[in-house]
């Protein structure tokens, strides 16, 4: 009987074991389902936030504009590091509207849309517009700045820190919330990864690429300083070059605004959205690419909107203020 009994309590472990090992290989395999789920979500979520990302690394290249060479790169690491809290901040805030409000994600998800396309129409305008008065005291008050030993360029750089960290809070928080609508149907592990991983490859990545940016201009003068003649040349390319990179960074950024903002603002009128993709399923391959430019110009037109009424708002407010 013992031997019956210790022959049974052996099978019941062997059989123990066997279930673990299966449960192990399907826990497994779900696990890699998950990660592939959470790397094909981030994908997807990095091509959607293209269009801030291209604006994001013009817009804070431009902001370290005026800071002495040796600081450009604490600048942008200072700004970086505001950048992270940001993004503290941004991430469980819309993790917690997921849970208590996941109705307000759409909403959200089409005011970030129409931001991004003011933004782009609001640079157009900018650079085609007339010239306004702020502006070329802005201009002024930064070539004094760099010209008067006199100034506190201590004082100067932080007020620069702190409006490009302000600026990189409004695109971070696009960043988060064009995410936040991808990932809305996912579990909340999902979307913490998500929401994370894209947090963090967005600072690396922008950031990254904006400390490469502000120094091409030494390394191009580096390289012209070379005996090599080839060294020089390619130095002077570089001092042609960064220029030029810099304009079309923005130019870039500003077109993908109109197709990210676009695409949100289509996508999130059902009636509109279906009769695009109805129409650009009748053109073939050249389908998606007809969509993304209707998406583009419907950005171009709701920001176009926004900017002038933005304005007529200022000016009867600045109307209202004046004595009669």
């Known amino acids: 009987m013992a031997g019956t009994s210790l022959l049974a309590l052996i099978d019941d ?10 449960m192990t290989k399907v826990a497994a395999r779900k696990s890699a389902a998950v990660a592939d789920d959470v790397a094909a979500m981030t994908k997807l979520a990095t091509k959607k936030t293209a269009g801030v990302l291209g604006d994001d690394l013009a817009l804070n290249a431009q902001q370290v504009t005026g800071v002495k060479a040796e600081r450009e790169l604490p600048v942008v690491w ?3 590091k505001g950048s992270l809290i940001n993004k503290a901040i941004l991430v469980p805030s819309a993790l917690l509207i997921s849970v208590i409000a996941p109705w307000a994600i759409t909403p ?38 760099l010209a008067d030993p006199d100034v506190d360029l201590v004082a100067f750089e932080k007020e620069k820190i702190k409006g490009a960290v302000r600026t990189d809070f409004i695109l971070s928080a696009e960043i988060i919330v ?15 990864a998500v929401l994370v991983g894209i947090s963090l490859i967005m600072t690396a990545g922008v950031y990254g690429l904006v400390a490469g940016i502000v120094k091409l201009d030494d390394l191009g003068l580096h390289l012209n300083r070379q005996a090599a003649s080839w060294k ?9 070059a960064a220029p030029w990179l810099m304009k079309t960074l923005s130019v ?7 197709l990210v903002g676009g695409g949100i603002l289509v996508h999130g009128i059902p009636a509109l959205g279906h009769g695009i993709e109805a129409f650009a399923a009748t053109l073939g391959w050249i389908g998606s690419l007809a969509a993304s430019l209707a998406g583009g110009l419907a950005g171009l037109v ?23």
């Open 302 to 324: 709701a920001g176009a909107v926004l900017v002038m009424v933005a304005g007529l708002v200022k000016r009867l407010r600045g109307g209202g203020a004046k004595p009669v």
């Open 108 to 145: 959200l998800l089409m005011l970030g849309g129409l931001f991004l396309c003011y933004e782009g129409a609001e640079k157009l305008w900018h650079a085609f517009g007339p010239r306004k008065p702020e502006d070329t005291a802005h201009r002024e008050e930064l070539a004094h700045a």
């Open 232 to 240: 020089q040349s390619l130095g002077r390319g570089i001092l042609v």
């Open 252 to 258: 870039l950024g500003t077109a993908a605004m109109f």
């Open 13 to 22: 472990i062997a059989t123990l074991l066997d279930d673990v090992a299966v």
């Open 178 to 192: 064009i995410t936040l609508g991808t990932v809305a149907a996912a579990s909340m592990g999902e979307r913490v």
């Open 78 to 80: 200072a700004v970086a």
